[in-house]
Each structure stands twice: as C-alpha cells, then as structure tokens.
C-alpha cells in the first residue's frame, strides 16, 4: 500500500505517460484504490488501475479522493 504518487509514477513509467497526463491520472485516484501490475524480468504491464468495488461493496461512502 502506498499513496498516490508512488502509484502515479509506476503507471507513467509502464504506460509511457507525458507528465501532463500522469498529473491528470493522479487526480482520479481514490484513498484505497488497488493497482495491479505483472511484473516479469525486462517487462511491467498494467493489469487494472485504481479498483474501488471492494470498497463501494461495504459503503460507497468510503470511496474518498486524495
């Protein structure tokens, strides 16, 4: 678990995203959202980016931007 940027970062870096659309990307991530990436030797891929029905399932309440 880490915050926004570190997550941010990843995703730029794998997506080979501008530094304008990572700062657009940071701006839509949820406290809590889960990033999955694979990660196998000389090559990252983004499997899904900032999930959150696990916690719209409990209380949609929870979903909280950072």
Same mark, same amino acid.
């Given at each position: /678990?880490t915050s926004? *940027?570190? @997550? #941010?970062? !990843?995703? &730029?870096?794998? $997506?080979? $995203?501008? =530094?304008?659309?990572?700062? #657009? /990307? =940071?701006?839509? +991530?949820?406290?809590? *959202?889960?990033?999955? +990436?694979?990660?196998?030797?000389g090559h #990252?891929? %983004? !499997?899904?980016?900032? =999930? &959150? &029905?696990? %916690?719209? #399932?409990?209380?949609?309440? $929870? @979903?909280?931007?950072?």
């Amino acid at each position: /678990m880490t915050s926004g *940027g570190p @997550i #941010a970062a !990843i995703v &730029q870096d794998v $997506l080979g $995203l501008t =530094e304008h659309a990572t700062r #657009a /990307m =940071e701006h839509v +991530l949820v406290n809590c *959202g889960v990033t999955t +990436l694979s990660v196998r030797p000389g090559h #990252a891929r %983004l !499997i899904s980016f900032n =999930e &959150q &029905q696990h %916690l719209g #399932a409990i209380d949609a309440d $929870l @979903i909280t931007f950072r």
